[in-house]
C-alpha cells in the first residue's frame, strides 16, 4: 500500500500523533512534550486553558499557534448547547473553525453522549465548523456522523485517561472498512504499544494526553509514542503476514539432507 497524507478537512499534516495540552504539571513541561513529540495538532480545552487573559499565564505564550495548529475542544460539556456554545467563543477568539467536538455522557465514565453527539455534530457543521467527533466504537453511530458532516470520526479505544489501551479492535477495524474519514483513536492510550497496535489496525492517527501529561517522563514518553505512531503505520503499510495456528518453517524441505 501506498502511505496516503495525513489530511484532515483539505489540511495536510506531517505527524500522524496529536497532542492534548492539559494535565502537565507547568505550560513549560508541556512544550517540551509536544516539541519532542514532533506533533502538528495540539488539542485545547477552551472551558480550562488560558487563551485569551493576557495578564495571567497563557497556552499561546508557550506554544505558537502560527505555528502548531490549535485544535479548541468542547471538554467538559455534557450538553449540545454547552458544546455548541463553547466552539463559538473558540471562533470569536482565534476565528479556530477546525475543531474537537466531545459531549459527555456522565462524570464518572466520560463516555460521549452520542445522542447529543450527533445533535452537536449536525448543527456545527451548518455553521460552518469543520467537526472532529469523539465518539463510542459503535460502527453505525460513526457512519451517522459521518453522513451528518464530521470531519473525522475520534472513537474512544478505552474511557478517557483510563490508560487501558484499546478494547474494542473488531469494532475500530469495522470503521475503518466503512468510512472514508480520518479515523483516530481519542481516549484510553496506555503506552507506546497501544498508539502502535492503533495504527496497524489502519488508524489515521492517535489523540494521546494523559499517558504523556502524566508519565514520570513526559518528554521521553512523548518521544516514544511518537515513535510508536510511526512503527504502527509502517507495518500497517507493509502488510502482515497471515496469522496461524501451526509451526511454518523459515527454510524450505527442499534440497535437505
Given amino acids: 500500500m501506498i502511505d496516503k497524507r495525513f489530511k484532515i478537512a483539505n489540511k495536510i499534516f506531517k505527524s500522524r500523533l496529536i497532542v492534548g495540552t492539559g494535565k502537565y504539571k507547568s505550560f513549560s ?9 514532533g506533533a502538528d495538532i495540539v488539542t485545547v480545552a477552551v472551558r480550562r ?9 497563557r ?8 505555528k502548531i495548529t490549535y485544535l479548541p475542544n468542547t471538554a467538559g460539556c455534557f450538553t449540545a448547547e454547552d458544546a455548541i456554545r463553547t466552539l463559538r467563543l473558540a471562533r470569536e477568539i482565534g476565528g479556530w473553525k477546525l475543531v474537537k467536538l466531545e459531549v459527555l455522557g456522565d462524570k464518572k465514565n466520560l463516555f460521549p453522549e ?35 458532516g464530521a470531519v473525522a470520526i475520534m472513537p474512544l ?6 490508560g487501558l489501551g484499546i478494547q474494542n479492535k473488531v469494532n475500530i477495524k469495522i470503521i475503518r472498512k466503512q468510512t472514508k474519514l480520518p479515523l483516530i483513536i481519542d481516549a484510553g492510550i496506555g503506552q507506546a504499544s497501544d498508539a502502535s497496535i492503533a495504527m496497524e489496525l489502519g488508524c489515521d492517527g492517535v489523540l494521546i494526553n494523559t ?3 502524566k508519565a514520570k517522563n513526559p518528554s521521553q514518553m512523548a518521544e516514544a509514542m511518537k515513535l510508536a505512531v510511526i512503527s504502527g ?8 503476514i497471515n496469522p496461524n495456528l501451526f509451526g511454518s518453517a523459515s527454510t524450505t524441505n527442499k534440497g535437505i539432507i
Avoid at 503505520?233 to 502482515?240: D, F, I, M, N
Fill in 29 to 37: 513541561e508541556c512544550a517540551k512534550a509536544i516539541k519532542t513529540s
Fill in 49 to 57: 486553558v488560558n487563551i485569551s487573559n493576557k495578564n495571567k499565564a
Fill in 59 to 66: 497556552l499561546m505564550d508557550y506554544i505558537d499557534p502560527n
Fill in 114 to 148: 452520542m445522542i447529543e453527539t450527533l445533535r452537536s455534530t449536525e448543527l456545527l457543521t451548518k455553521e460552518g465548523f469543520k467537526v472532529m467527533v469523539y465518539c463510542n466504537d459503535d460502527p453505525l453511530m460513526a457512519k451517522r456522523l459521518e453522513n451528518a
Fill in 157 to 162: 479505544a478505552a474511557p478517557i485517561g483510563s
Fill in 211 to 213: 499517558a504523556i501529561a
Fill in 233 to 240: 503505520r509502517k507495518s500497517y503499510l507493509s502488510g502482515r
